[in-house]
């Protein structure tokens, strides 16, 4: 695809929404702000993904507005139903990734391999489970030992892809699947185990770090 104005227009805007959302991030006194560039993050990625790409993927524009649904839905937070609402917009963008990165699989992967990231996706949600036990209300234990349970599975396709796949920057996913991984871990343990410091800027730094390099990875089709 031949560069366009509209790729650096994207890019541009892309990045100082991003630098303007983190800027709001590191104080409280930035709340207004941080809302509205948070609202801003994944349209513009959507943005840039469709600028860039040589194949639309419509399970990757799902993935991404999901992504926008669940950050609006946390802007809602402390009411009872905005999380649940956003871990749930979060869980079907990450099956829309699983299954983008299974469909491009060039092969099937070894069975060993498949078992044993299998394995290591339920022992790392039930290990975090079992960490945010005490903290985590009755109701919500199961929906979110199943979001765990997806956001690992998403991590181990995303090594699927990046070992078996055939687009150029497959490993990018990986590495985003990972970080995303560690980024709503955190945002967890903030919510139901005790105060993380510098929660917004961390969160918010692996989840636009994820979001991107998976987005990345999945761009450039031919």
Same mark, same amino acid.
């Given at each position: 695809?031949?560069?366009?104005?509209?790729?650096?227009?994207a890019v541009a805007l892309y990045l100082l929404v991003i630098s303007l959302h983190l800027f709001a991030?590191?104080?409280?006194?930035?709340?207004?702000?941080?809302?509205?560039?948070?609202?801003?993050?994944?349209?513009?990625?959507?943005?840039?993904?469709?600028? /860039?790409?040589?194949?639309?993927?419509?399970?990757?524009?799902?993935?991404?507005?999901?992504?926008?649904?669940?950050?609006? /839905?946390?802007? /809602?937070?402390?009411?009872?139903?905005? /999380?649940?609402?956003?871990?749930?917009?979060?869980?079907?963008?990450?099956?829309?990734?699983?299954?983008?990165?299974?469909?491009?699989?060039?092969?099937?992967?070894?069975?060993?391999?498949?078992?044993?990231?299998?394995?290591?996706?339920?022992?790392?949600?039930?290990?975090?489970?079992?960490?945010?036990?005490?903290?985590?209300?009755?109701?919500?234990?199961?929906?979110?030992?199943?979001?765990?349970?997806?956001?690992?599975?998403?991590?181990?396709?995303?090594?699927?892809?990046?070992?078996?796949?055939?687009?150029?920057?497959?490993?990018?996913?990986?590495?985003?699947?990972l970080i995303f991984v560690a980024s709503d871990s955190t945002l967890s343990i903030d919510a139901f185990h005790h105060p993380v410091r510098y929660r917004n800027v961390i969160?918010?730094?692996?989840?636009?770090?994820?979001?991107?390099?998976?987005?990345?990875?999945?761009?450039?089709?031919?």
């Amino acid at each position: 695809m031949e560069d366009s104005p509209l790729q650096y227009i994207a890019v541009a805007l892309y990045l100082l929404v991003i630098s303007l959302h983190l800027f709001a991030c590191a104080s409280r006194d930035r709340l207004m702000l941080r809302r509205i560039t948070k609202c801003c993050l994944m349209p513009l990625l959507l943005l840039c993904y469709l600028s /860039f790409t040589g194949e639309v993927s419509y399970l990757v524009v799902a993935a991404i507005l999901c992504g926008f649904v669940g950050d609006v /839905f946390l802007l /809602f937070r402390p009411r009872r139903w905005s /999380f649940p609402a956003g871990i749930l917009s979060f869980a079907a963008g990450h099956v829309f990734y699983i299954i983008r990165f299974l469909g491009e699989l060039t092969v099937s992967p070894a069975w060993y391999l498949c078992a044993a990231l299998g394995l290591v996706s339920l022992v790392s949600a039930i290990t975090l489970l079992h960490y945010l036990w005490k903290g985590l209300p009755k109701k919500l234990r199961p929906p979110s030992f199943l979001y765990m349970l997806i956001i690992a599975t998403m991590a181990s396709c995303a090594i699927l892809f990046a070992l078996y796949g055939v687009l150029p920057l497959r490993w990018l996913a990986a590495v985003g699947g990972l970080i995303f991984v560690a980024s709503d871990s955190t945002l967890s343990i903030d919510a139901f185990h005790h105060p993380v410091r510098y929660r917004n800027v961390i969160v918010m730094s692996t989840y636009i770090a994820a979001q991107t390099l998976i987005v990345s990875s999945l761009t450039f089709a031919g």
